[in-house]
Nanobody
């Protein structure tokens, strides 16, 4: 059974920083892309940042220059360093990963339960 578990969500003031972590556990052969999504109340879930196994990255425009995604393949963990936080960054942040359970298995997609980030003005 594969599990993704996020941590690091908190309540901080605008201008502050947070670092989110997402650890994948279970019988994992390899993890392809790892992604952070977020969903604010009343909004659709949106992609925030993603990182490939070789550390190619993509960011949505609203977080470029403020957020940094990174991963530790040895620990099956992805991070999201969030700086210069704004009230509009308030959301539940979800971790998403595409991973394989074995060398010949079809990759599957997994979600974490989410972690709440609240930015006060």
């Amino acid at each position: 059974q594969v599990q993704l578990v996020e941590s690091g969500g908190d309540l901080v003031q605008a201008g502050g920083s947070l670092r989110l972590s997402c650890a994948a556990s279970g019988t994992i052969f390899s993890i392809n892309v790892m992604v952070w999504y977020r969903q604010a109340p009343g909004n659709q879930r949106e992609l925030v940042a993603q990182i490939s196994r070789r550390s190619s990255t993509f960011y949505t425009d609203s977080v470029k220059g403020r957020f940094t995604i990174s991963r530790d393949n040895a620990k099956n963990t992805v991070y999201l360093q969030m700086n210069s936080l704004k009230p509009e960054d308030t959301a539940v942040y979800y971790c998403y990963a595409v991973l394989s359970l074995g060398p010949s298995t079809v990759p599957g997609a997994y979600w974490g339960p989410g972690t709440q980030v609240t930015i006060s003005s």
